[in-house]
């Protein structure tokens, strides 16, 4: 059915209501007059189109980006040319090495002005070249709704990321009479009967198998699919670095999360592992510890890697066996899959689970306030639909390593290492899901690169609950540093503000804690705080900054690091 013409319609109307036609609710932006016709268009859609007024481009990209995370749809935001553009490239690069779908749109010098190095001009195709998956830019009115639909579809097909389309002014301000184009729809890859076939005829020949999720895409559906299929092959299952929200950590048959900072005892099980079945992930280099867990360009393990991109399998490990499937296609199709091995490996998927239950016991730590116990703490009191974010740091190894996560929803983290994105990532969330519970761990310095988002909270009433670990340096750094020049510490140290004097001025509550009693008393009142008022609570947490990771502190790594160079090389 050929679609109607509409009536003449300027460029800014007809980008919004191709947004809407799309099934977009919610667009993310900074204003900037280069866009002006898209902001007025807004009021067609009132009640439709929800605009969240962000407070630096960053913050809002960011939002974006987890949005298209949560919801698996493209995280949608505006910004304005030039300074706008370059302030949210940070959330673009996330959406990339996140494969998450996400389009920035961004305003335009008009064509006549083009090529001249007008105020605020830049070629974006040069610029997120290498960090999109498709840049373009709108030259003509009447081709609008051609490109959008094509970057939502962009956006969501084979390994989701991030599309970029420049808007010249004269283009939003032209007016054309074209038709809307319909919603887009997605076109999964299904797995073959004969790869499923093959995987079943490896995994039975395996003695050590271990399967690893990761990546996006995932539904609470497949991975209850993926977790039966898993007890019927007896199976550990592990999650890739910082997709802990693809398993139920709940279940039986997890095994904790695969990459930096792993136990001692899961890097041994995925390194003896003899068939590693990995679906969903790229097998990044943080999961990989370096390429050296999973071997590139042929891993010592058999690897299946089932991935939604043919383009990716190959690329950095050569697989026994290369799937091209999205998730969900392929966690559907294991129903019908059974196994055929003869020796039973209950025992394996027993005690990798003890392990894992093991490592959510609080690690010793100095000082007064335990960052180990606190986390651990939040762990059981959340419930098990909680949204746990955060940025960058190891700041963030406390909630990963004691929480829980049962799937979808339940966590917002960028495998970029990109820092300030915990706050703008719970904005998000609870914007989303008003109901649920947001708590955002943020380091000091990774909370200070956004938290000018905290109006975004205030003005939308979103009761989110942050967590500022204060130490006053940037510690992962200083771990490095201890490791490579050990005790030549500089220029890593910061003074701090109160951080409870500030979330106060955004309407807030806040409360400093600096011992390890103190913290549930205190949790309690700001998540009551945050649950009652709407509003965004605050802990800042004061603690001592030997203690910079899970079980490790700067002193040791020091102390380490200085008799390895007292040690010589021969004997």
Not at 76 to 88: D, E, M
Not at 124 to 153: C, H, L, N
Not at 394 to 412: E, I, M, V
Request: with cysteine; net charge negative; hydrophobic share 40%.
């Amino acid at each position: 059915m050929t679609p109607a013409i509409q009536p003449s319609r300027n460029g800014g109307q007809i980008l919004m209501q191709q947004l809407r036609a799309h099934g977009v609710h919610r667009v993310f932006m900074v204003a900037g007059e280069s866009y002006l016709p898209c902001i007025d268009a807004l009021n067609e859609h009132a009640g439709a189109i929800q605009p969240v007024v962000c407070r630096q481009e960053s913050g809002a990209a960011y939002m974006a980006e987890a949005h298209g995370k949560l919801t698996g749809e493209p995280g949608i935001c505006f910004v304005t040319r030039g300074p706008g553009a370059t302030n949210a490239s940070i959330g673009v690069h996330t959406a990339f090495q996140d494969s998450t779908p996400m389009i920035l749109f961004v305003g335009q010098v008009g064509n006549d002005f083009y090529e001249r190095e007008a105020f605020q001009e830049i070629d974006y195709r040069r610029m997120f070249g290498q960090m999109a998956k498709w840049v373009a830019q709108i030259d003509r009115t009447d081709r609008i709704p051609e490109y959008v639909s094509r970057a939502f579809r962009v956006a969501t097909s084979g390994r989701p990321g991030p599309v970029v389309l420049a808007l010249p002014e004269d283009v939003l301000w032209g007016q054309a009479c074209v038709p809307d184009l319909p919603r887009y729809a997605r076109t999964p890859l299904h797995p073959g009967a004969d790869d499923l076939e093959r995987m079943v005829g490896l995994l039975d020949q395996a003695q050590r198998p271990f399967l690893l999720v990761g990546g996006s895409g995932w539904t609470g559906d497949a991975i209850a699919q993926v977790a039966a299929f898993a007890q019927r092959f007896e199976l550990p299952v592990g999650t890739a670095w910082r997709r802990l929200e693809c398993y139920d950590q709940r279940h039986a048959n997890a095994a904790g999360q695969v990459g930096w900072a792993m136990t001692p005892e899961l890097r041994k099980r995925v390194l003896d592992a003899d068939l590693l079945l990995a679906v969903g992930t790229r097998l990044g280099e943080a999961t990989t510890e370096g390429y050296t867990l999973i071997e590139s360009p042929l891993p010592r393990q058999k690897l299946v890697h089932v991935y939604p991109d043919p383009g990716e399998l190959g690329r950095v490990f050569a697989p026994t066996l290369g799937i091209a499937s999205s998730v969900t296609a392929f966690a559907a199709a294991l129903d019908g899959l059974n196994p055929g091995h003869a020796a039973s490996r209950a025992d394996a998927v027993r005690s990798a689970h003890a392990e894992y239950l093991a490592s959510l016991a609080p690690l010793p730590a100095p000082g007064e306030l335990s960052l180990d116990e606190a986390a651990a703490h939040v762990n059981a009191q959340l419930p098990a639909d909680a949204c746990i974010t955060v940025g960058a740091g190891n700041y963030a190894l406390y909630p990963h390593r004691y929480r829980q996560f049962t799937g979808p929803g339940s966590s917002l983290a960028p495998t970029v290492g990109a820092m300030g994105y915990g706050l703008p990532a719970a904005i998000a969330a609870k914007l989303e899901n008003p109901a649920q519970t947001v708590v955002c761990y943020a380091g000091d310095g990774c909370f200070q690169m956004n938290m000018q988002e905290l109006g975004v909270a205030m003005q939308y009433r979103l009761g989110i609950i942050v967590l500022v670990f204060n130490n006053g340096m940037w510690g992962t750094i200083r771990a490095h540093q201890e490791r490579d020049f050990p005790g030549r510490d500089i220029a890593l140290g910061f003074d701090n503000p109160d951080f409870t004097q500030i979330i106060k001025g955004y309407g807030g509550y806040g409360e400093a804690v600096e011992r390890t009693a103190d913290f549930g008393p205190a949790f309690a009142r700001a998540r009551a705080f945050a649950e009652r008022e709407n509003l965004p609570a605050l802990l800042e947490l004061r603690y001592d900054p030997d203690g910079i990771a899970p079980g490790q502190s700067l002193a040791a790594i020091r102390a380490d690091a200085l008799a390895s160079r007292a040690t010589p090389a021969f004997s």
